[in-house]
């Protein structure tokens, strides 16, 4: 991992970080004129974020009588907002399975992106009938907007 410090340089969190820092700086900085370079990194995922997700997971929980499991409300959330991989089934046609919103299988910047994707879904017809089919259009509209205002 490579953590700015005090003077405003990157460098390795640890004896192990400062040597792959080292290591990926000399390369960039030796990269000769007109080759490319293709890097990963892995943003650390938000303990805070993490919560918060969850914590408005708990209150759609509160406010829909369409879900009475938090589990069940995450995978359909998820797999509406297109986070999911298509497996055969056991009648060989494919299946949904929500991909692990775990630490290890997911950095911040993909959290982020599903999270910006959840709140999307939330807005869409689908959505909205499968959580309030007894309300109308508007009413439904309403019921998001105010959801998503407590949690800006």
């Known amino acids: ?30 990269l000769p004129v007109g080759q490319t370079l293709s890097f990963s990194y892995r943003m650390p995922r938000s ?4 919560r918060l997700f969850f914590a408005k997971l708990n209150s759609l929980l509160a406010r ?29 046609k494919p299946n949904a399975i929500p991909r692990s919103l775990d630490f290890e299988s997911m950095d911040e910047a993909e959290f982020s992106e599903l999270h910006r994707q959840v709140d999307s879904f939330l807005w869409g017809t689908r959505a909205q009938e499968t959580l309030w089919p007894h309300l ?17």
């Open 1 to 30: 991992m490579i953590i700015k410090n005090d003077q405003g340089r990157l460098e390795g969190i640890d004896p192990a970080g400062q040597r792959a820092y080292l290591k990926w700086r000399r390369l960039v900085t030796d």
């Open 47 to 50: 303990p805070a974020h993490h």
């Open 64 to 92: 829909t009588e369409a879900f009475d499991d938090l589990d069940k409300l995450r995978y359909w959330l998820v797999m509406g907002a297109g986070y999911f991989d298509l497996v055969p089934g056991f009648d060989g």
């Open 136 to 152: 109308d259009d508007e009413r439904r509209y309403r019921c998001v907007e105010s959801f998503l205002r407590e949690f800006e």
